[in-house]
């Protein structure tokens, strides 16, 4: 199959393949997705085998607005309606309990909720306004593999398997969307993203978090997180930001002759001058939201060095607000390993 590029000229062709039942990524603010009609089990299907995803993991629900949620969902909290007047279009997913069968068992995984999110692009916006139905949307790379925040890491991944992409440029958030459960007597936070349990509380009060996030040892409650993600084929690992420094680790990694490239704020990067094989900038500013937006993009490009890579070591940051989800998909990329001195 040819993976064709679609913009704001020829989005009428990616509405058509849609319609037919083909796949056609998107973006949005967090990453790119992989759109399918997520009322065609058939199409929704082929997201699976796309991906190479796990079939017990269910998929987000793209809408235009509160509106089209009255078809799926019965009734909608108060405080949901609170949430989606304050963030939507953004980088909120909301999970609720669905009337049962209004969505193929394939979007939902068997589950009596789903997941619905509106993603703030407006070119976006206009493809599922234009296909008439939401879209599934799980982010757009192969299953396992850092999300995709550019068109050209769709292709990277899902070239041949996929009927297209609308370009939209890179995406300015880089980390998928928080998604909280709002299905339980407590609102959850089982992903954290951009928005925080903090800009969340403002608006509706006590949110907790799914603490399976945070031991590590147990299944969480959202199938998508127990899965191996976001791992470049090289080995990452992460450098404590309180007891090492990069000077350390790359200096112990030069005595085994390794190849080593940094991921991390522009000061790091430019202290470590030559010792370095391959470097790319997570932040010129040292925040943590800039370095959230770069991380996907980072790990894809040291995994795939022209001069291969031994190793490469990544900047952590504190585990509060946006450095939740930071640490949280970081964790995963490196499989934990951090160093400390
Ligand atoms: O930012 C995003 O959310 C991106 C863009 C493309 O919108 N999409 C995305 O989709 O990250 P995906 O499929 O990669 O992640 C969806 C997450 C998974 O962890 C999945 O297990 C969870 O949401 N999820 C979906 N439906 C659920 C449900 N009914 N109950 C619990 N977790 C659910
Ligand atoms: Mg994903």
């Known amino acids: 199959m040819e ?20 796949l056609v990524a998107f973006p949005t603010e967090t990453v790119y997705g992989l759109g399918a009609d997520a009322t065609n089990a058939e199409a929704v299907q082929k997201v699976y085998q796309a991906k190479g995803r796990p079939s017990d993991n269910p998929l987000i629900v793209h809408v235009t607005g509160q509106e089209d949620l009255t078809h799926y969902v ?20 909301l999970i609720f309990k669905i009337i049962p069968g209004s969505l193929p068992s ?5 589950l009596e909720t789903a997941a619905f999110r509106m993603p703030a692009n407006d070119l976006t916006l206009a493809l599922i306004e234009q296909v008439g139905a939401p879209l599934v949307g799980p982010s757009a ?9 550019t068109a050209k890491h769709v292709m990277h991944d899902l070239a041949g398997k996929i009927a297209g992409i609308l370009e939209g440029g890179a995406t300015s958030v880089g980390l998928e969307s928080t998604v909280l459960d709002m299905s339980g007597d407590v609102p959850m936070i089982l992903r954290p993203g951009q928005l925080t349990e903090v800009d969340l509380e403002q608006v509706i009060g006590e949110v907790t978090i799914d603490r399976h996030l945070m031991t590590e040892t147990e299944a969480p409650k959202s199938p998508g997180m127990k899965y191996k993600h976001y791992s470049p084929n090289v080995e990452v690992w992460m450098i404590d930001y309180l007891k090492a420094d990069f000077k350390e680790a790359v200096s112990l990694a030069k005595k085994d002759h390794l190849n080593v490239g ?18 790319y900038i997570l932040t010129s500013n040292g925040t943590v939201s800039e370095a959230a937006k770069h991380l996907f993009a980072g790990l894809r490009a040291l995994d795939e060095w022209e001069e291969p890579l031994d190793l490469v070591l990544v900047e952590t940051f504190p585990e509060i607000g946006v450095g939740a989800a930071y640490m949280n998909r970081l964790k995963k990329a490196s499989g934990g390993k951090i160093f400390k001195c």
Do not use: H
């Open 3 to 22: 993976t064709n590029y679609f913009s704001e000229e020829t989005l009428n062709q990616a509405v058509e393949l849609l319609q037919k039942g083909e």
């Open 74 to 93: 019965e009734s909608i909290p108060v405080e949901a309606k609170k949430l989606m007047d304050s963030f939507w279009p953004g980088p909120l997913t």
């Open 262 to 279: 940094v991921l991390a704020s522009e000061k790091i990067v430019s202290d470590l001058g030559s010792e370095i094989t391959a470097s």
């Open 141 to 149: 790379n192969t299953s396992g593999k850092p999300s995709p925040t």
């Open 106 to 110: 394939v979007v939902t995984g068997g």
